[in-house]
């Protein structure tokens, strides 16, 4: 055990910790600050108007992911690599293109998503959601400024502005959120808090956020020099948008399709319930997301810059750090999994089981380590989208099956299994294709 310390304790000194010292700490304060936002609603609103509230705000991101038109990944790649080569030329010029391409697009989509919710009665409009209506489509004025953040983000997150990139959407607008929804409660004669003002306040945050992220690159852009793309690097974009747009809606049905198949089978209130154990169980993963978000664009800048061994030693240090913080909460939660769950209510211990399936779902994924990160930002994008596509299929079709017949349990159950498909696809593609070894069982092969 010592060992294995002193290996990770080493491996890091070699490793650049700015970037992830300012992700953690941006990433931990937006996970308390969302928790407390749940403990919050989950205690002031009635069971079935918090399960609501958590369907929509699963639409919101689903339908922004999408909406972003696959120039996330894009613009973190190119910004990053254009940062490596010391050329940023063509970096303005590609975020106001992707701001026009996205923009529309994502208008075109929230119109055709209403359309099919009316027509066919599915989504807010199917028999358990359908009350509901109204603060649904509230809640879908938040999409276009969630696109608008994204975009914005990418950029920053590109140039390593980590901070920059961060602040606004994972520590201002929950911050907002919370504070509005405590005064408006507590100020207030009500025993209850509806999901109406819930919508109303969450569209304000977003676009306190958005505008925020907007300002920030404004004025980090207003002295730098736009040069007109070639032509070529226009169809490049094209080509790359493309690959990660499909790959983002694959990507998002992996992540969200549980909460969306809920919504068809199970009412608001277990929709609620699953909700919190999705939540907490989460926070087992986060170090994993917190440390890949500096460490992409420093992948697509080892790489380019031909450095493997340094992107071997930077990789393989950063898998043991997300290993190592992702044990800790999920000892903690397998041990307190009950009393955690009643922080929420008492109604909340319903979804125990769920709770430890999802827990260990969340621990297959620190086990891959930046796998998928690690294909993304060297150009093998095209199969990190098959994977997932797979995974997503399994995803689909299990939560399709089990959902009836076992419930919430049934969900985390089609999660884990798609959590595990898409890990053993990315760490064989990852090493087939650069030879990079970025799975936690690098660490125990090595002496």
Partial sequence: MKKIIFEIISSLRTHDLKADAISFSMQVGAMLLNLLINLL??????PADYGAFAYSTTLIFVLAGIGTFGTQNLLVREVGAGLAANNLSNSKILLGWSLRRSIPFVLILISLFIFIAFQFNLFFRSQNLASYTFPMLVSLAAVPLLVIIYINQSYLQGLRKIFSALFAEKIVKPFLFLVAVTILFFSSQET??????????????????????????SRLNKNTAATAPEKHHVDQWTKSS??????????????????LCLGFYQSPEQIGIYNISCRVADTVSFPLHILTFGLAPMISGLFH??????????????????FLLSVIPALLFIFFGTPILNLFGKHFEAGYTSFMILIFANLINALAG????????????RLAFLSMTVACLVNIAMNLVLIPLYGIN?????????MLTWNILIVVFTVKKTGIRPDIFYLLKRK
């Fill in 192 to 217: 209850l808090f509806a999901f109406n003002k819930a919508a109303l306040i969450n569209v304000a945050s977003f676009l306190a956020a958005s505008i925020i992220l907007v300002v920030s690159v």
């Fill in 370 to 381: 930046p796998a998928g990160y690690v294909l993304a930002m060297t150009g093998h994008e």
């Fill in 305 to 322: 810059s031909d450095d493997k061994l340094k992107l071997q030693a930077t990789v393989t240090a950063s898998t043991r750090l997300i």
């Fill in 41 to 46: 609603l989950a205690n002031i609103m009635l």
């Fill in 242 to 259: 493309m690959t990660f747009f499909l790959f983002s809606i694959v990507t998002l049905l992996y992540l969200r399709t549980d909460i």
């Fill in 410 to 418: 049934g969900a985390a159950i089609a999660v884990s299994l798609a």
